[in-house]
């Protein structure tokens, strides 16, 4: 490491509260932006330690050890792709702000470039400009790819949520069940429902459901044979299934499928199924 690089690591190490408070300095007012010049206290200074840690990031490119470098560069990446997704900021909003992150940075190395002039030479400089910039265009990179797996993860448990909900299995007597079905039921639905219903089933030791279709708005032919699986596979689980709301459409659909439903009770609608199912309890 040249002498002028260890010179310049130095200098801007010790600029960094500098560094910070100009790219503050650069902050327009902006709705619901955390970047926003009237944000409130708590998140200036938030946003002040994770530009400290930014510019720390690119200061240590200068060194020689690329351990370093990385090590801060996916630290840094960690932190504010987190705080960035749990704000809601746009990915876009973030590069803005490290492209003004890039300018002030640049700023204060033509400082440093102004007083030691006569040490510094076209080809330091030219050198600087390749490193630093390309550590600015590591940061985007990392940040991007760590921003992105925030949000994935994030949509992943959403999903999963989603999915435990579409298709609850209602205990409604210790051993009945129900299942009521609203919406479209598109094919990955209806995979996860294959799934799902039986284990639900099983571990809340149902010995009848219910499916009711009645809210179903869309259904096509592959849902239905999906439909036919569940109610197969809870026979071999000992369960009894009752389908309940099942449209003349989605009947017709099955029966040129050649599925075969002759063996489960359907109903028109759950309120007649439980008619019959509580006066048959009851006798």
């Keep these: 490491m040249k002498q002028l690089d260890i010179k310049l690591y130095e200098y801007l190490l010790a600029k960094l ?25 708590k998140m200036e200074e938030t946003l002040r330690e994770q530009n400290k840690l930014t510019n720390l990031t690119i200061t240590s490119s200068l060194l020689d050890d690329q351990e370093i470098f990385e090590k801060n560069k996916k630290k840094w990446a960690s932190v504010v792709a987190l705080s960035r997704v749990n704000s809601n900021t746009p990915i876009e909003d973030v590069i803005d702000a490290l492209s003004k ?26 050198r600087w400009s390749e490193t630093l910039n390309n550590a600015f265009d590591q940061i985007y990179i990392e940040f ?30 210790e051993t009945i069940g129900v299942v009521p079905l609203i919406g479209d039921l598109d094919e990955l639905r209806a995979r996860i429902m294959l799934e799902s219903i039986p284990e639900k089933s099983l571990e809340s030791d149902i010995e009848h459901l219910f499916i009711d279709l009645s809210g179903v708005t869309v259904i096509d032919t592959l849902v239905a044979q999906q439909i036919y699986q569940i109610t197969k ?50 006798h």
């Design 144 to 173: 991007a790819q760590t921003y992105n797996e925030y949000i994935n993860s994030r949509f992943d448990i959403q999903q999963s949520l989603i999915n435990e909900l579409s298709s609850p299995v209602i205990k409604i007597t």
């Design 233 to 282: 596979v809870l026979s071999l689980l000992g369960t009894r299934c009752t389908i309940t709301g099942i449209r003349p459409e989605i009947a017709h659909a099955s029966t040129e499928l050649g599925l075969d439903f002759s063996n489960i009770q359907t109903f028109s609608s759950l309120q007649l199924a439980f008619s019959k199912e509580f006066s048959i309890i009851k």
């Design 17 to 41: 509260p500098e560094i910070t408070t100009s790219w503050l300095s650069m902050r327009k007012v902006e709705e619901d932006s955390i970047y926003s010049l009237n944000a409130c206290p």
């Design 101 to 126: 992150v890039r300018l002030t940075y640049w700023r204060f190395i033509k400082e440093f470039h102004f007083v030691n002039e006569n040490e510094i030479t076209i080809e330091d400089y030219v």
